[in-house]
């Protein structure tokens, strides 16, 4: 199984699980926001990768998972942990990530492709408790062309 179409750059935004609705208040959805990055993913062989999550101003986390093909109608699952880097302010952060690709929509016009998920924070680190998931979605920053 191929997964070149994992490979590539993607905007990564995680959102609180809040049930409150935020209706008309931007500020309240702004709220929403866990984390936002640029994440960078390789296929390495078969179906591991590597990669690296930077929330910019030298925050970065570095990436090692798994691809699980899905077959038939399971989306393909990305299964990814997190390390921070020795020395930033990412140190001694472990989130683990589960990720599904969402499928192209035959009738879809200009779809960006997706992945879709949660992630959790492993260990404690500042004033956060490990256990906290938050939602997430990955945005493929140029998707490569699919052929018809």
Not at 5 to 34: H, M
Not at 92 to 99: C, R, T
Not at 114 to 138: E, K, L, Q, Y
């Amino acid at each position: 199984m191929a997964y070149s179409s994992i490979q590539g750059d993607w905007i990564y935004r995680s959102y609180v699980n809040n049930l409150k609705e935020v209706g008309d208040d931007p500020q309240a959805a702004l709220s929403l926001i866990f984390g936002e990055g640029q994440m960078t993913l390789t296929v390495k062989r078969e179906n591991l990768l590597i990669g690296v999550l930077d929330f910019g101003q030298g925050a970065a986390m570095d990436l090692y998972g798994e691809i699980v093909d899905g077959s038939g109608v399971q989306p393909d699952v990305l299964i990814i942990t997190g390390t921070g880097r020795t020395g930033t302010s990412t140190d001694k952060w472990v989130y683990q990530y589960k990720g599904y690709v969402v499928p192209p929509w035959a009738e879809g016009v200009d779809q960006v492709p997706a992945i879709v998920g949660t992630v959790i924070r492993t260990i404690p680190h500042g004033t956060g408790a490990a256990g906290v998931v938050a939602s997430f979605v990955m945005l493929q920053k140029k998707p490569a062309k699919r052929q018809a």
